[in-house]
């Protein structure tokens, strides 16, 4: 069995950061400033937190100024940072919402449930699961299992039927109305192993990057918190509607293999006279 890690800025990844909150950060940074590679992993660790937190300097260090940052939801502290003056800054940190599909990614994605995944999805689309970009499913796919489902209304909770299976083997769903029929997107957490393996591997990947990039730059720069163009709140186009009339029967279709007479579909429920 493998020893879990003893979470330190040297062992910091853009994976496991997810894991922590705002007071975590100023914590560990606080232990990490009695260690001589402070200064020259300053810049690496500063990236790291800051691919899970948001993190503004704090120029103007007034009372009236730092209530503003907590009435946005930000916490403040200080961080020793090589530019700071006395070699203290007060830094202003926020962990970034999960709110779109547009902010998963494959190191935050093994970090939030298939009830938070479900909460995203019906946020951001109405379109259905092949209405997400190839990306967005692969980045889902590599924490959750998924399938698909559309069916007219009247045959989606069918006793014994596929609906029913799904979530009585533990997967969440989610409807999305297509006129009379319904598109049902099934997902659950995929077993602890592959998540493990899979984050494993980022770290050691994370853990390469940064070594290279200690080799090839020589001493890091001075860090400077420049400020980025933070996109995570824009608005998407939700522009994706559905046309009830372009759904045939030839739509009626599922992405999980399921043996027919389990869905307890009489012969004639699909026959080609029968419209729905």
């Known amino acids: 069995m493998k020893k879990e890690k003893t979470l330190t800025l040297k062992t910091l990844t853009k994976s496991n950061v997810w894991d922590i909150q705002e007071n975590d950060v100023f914590r560990l940074w606080e232990l990490a400033e009695k ?65 779109r599909v547009t902010d998963l990614t494959y190191e935050n994605i093994h970090h939030i449930s298939a009830t938070k995944l479900m909460e995203v999805l019906d946020r951001n689309f109405g379109g259905g699961w092949e209405s997400l970009p190839q990306s967005i499913q692969d980045i889902i796919e590599s924490g959750f299992d998924i399938s698909t489902t559309t069916l007219p209304k009247d045959r989606l909770h069918k006793a014994g039927g596929l609906y029913e299976k799904k979530v009585n083997d533990g997967f969440e769903v989610l409807e999305i109305p297509k006129g009379t029929w319904i598109e049902a997107i099934f997902a659950k957490e995929k077993p602890e192993l592959t998540k493990r393996h899979l984050v494993d591997f980022e770290e050691e990947d994370e853990e390469a990057k940064h070594k290279k990039d200690l080799g090839d730059s020589g001493e890091d720069d001075e860090e ?53």
């Not at 608005?235 to 509607?241: G, P, Y």
């Open 35 to 99: 260690d001589a590679d402070l200064k020259d992993n300053q810049r690496h660790y500063l990236d790291v937190i800051r691919s899970a937190f948001e993190i503004e300097p704090i120029t103007v260090d007034k009372p009236e100024v730092i209530k503003k940052y907590e009435a946005r939801g930000f916490k403040v502290g200080e961080m020793k940072l090589e530019d700071g003056e006395n070699g203290k800054k007060k830094m202003a940190l926020k962990k970034r919402p999960i709110l």
């Open 224 to 276: 400077d918190l420049p400020e980025e163009d933070d996109h995570y709140n824009d608005e998407e186009d939700d522009d994706d509607t559905f046309d009830d009339d372009k759904l045939t029967e030839e739509s009626y279709r599922t992405t999980y293999e399921e043996n027919p007479e389990d869905l307890n579909l009489e012969a004639e429920d699909i026959s080609d006279d029968e419209e729905y």
